[in-house]
């Protein structure tokens, strides 16, 4: 079935650096991608999104990169902060177009 | 943008206990509806999305069941709480290839 997946379950990183979280998916026909943040307790809260037809898009410190060659989706978070420190997920539509399919989440720690 | 209303927040229910999640949706129409649950360490299992009214598919066999029984209403329900249920479940909404939007989450423990 389809999956998507995470590189790495932690990421440990220190205040100011750059973080990168990385992602592969599955299905070769998703067509929306998108990162989620979640907090201890709380709904994901959506951060950026990307369309394949592009390959990059850039939000507020965080830049989404898409390489449908390898199937591998990445967010980067720039000088990342304290505030950063939650699980971020990648999810991809399904092949019907009609859901999101999650991964299992990375956990981003930031340390001052 | 649209407002995700999930409820309870948490809940301890007995083992082979009835239960009914409700989730509705504000400030759109015609959504597509998602129930989620996440257990501890994992990422974001889709148990169900709905279309529209009446018209729910399942992503996973389970003892779980969903109904839409309004445009904008969502209901997650099992007739006998399996331990293996435990977990949290949340609530989305999108119009398609767009964001989805995220209740806050309900903590189910069955105990």
Known sequence: GESVGLHLPTLSVQEGDNSIINCAYSNSASDYFIWYKQESGKGPQFIIDIRSNMDKRQGQRVTVLLNKTVKHLSLQIAATQPGDSAVYFCAADNQAGTALIFGKGTTLSVSS | ?111
């Open chain 2, 1 to 111: 943008s649209q407002t995700i209303h999930q409820w309870p927040a948490t809940l301890v229910q007995p083992v082979g206990s009835p239960l009914s999640l409700e989730c509705t949706v504000e400030g759109t129409s015609n959504p597509n509806l998602y129930w989620y649950r996440q257990a501890a360490g994992r990422g974001l299992q889709l148990l169900f999305y709905s279309v529209g009214i009446g018209q729910i598919s399942s992503e996973v066999p389970q003892n779980l069941s969903a109904s839409r029984p309004q445009d904008r209403q969502f209901i997650l329900s099992s007739k006998k709480l399996l331990l293996s249920d435990s977990g949290f479940y949340l609530c989305a909404s999108t119009g398609g290839h767009t964001e989805a939007f995220f209740g806050q989450g309900t903590r189910l423990t069955v105990v």
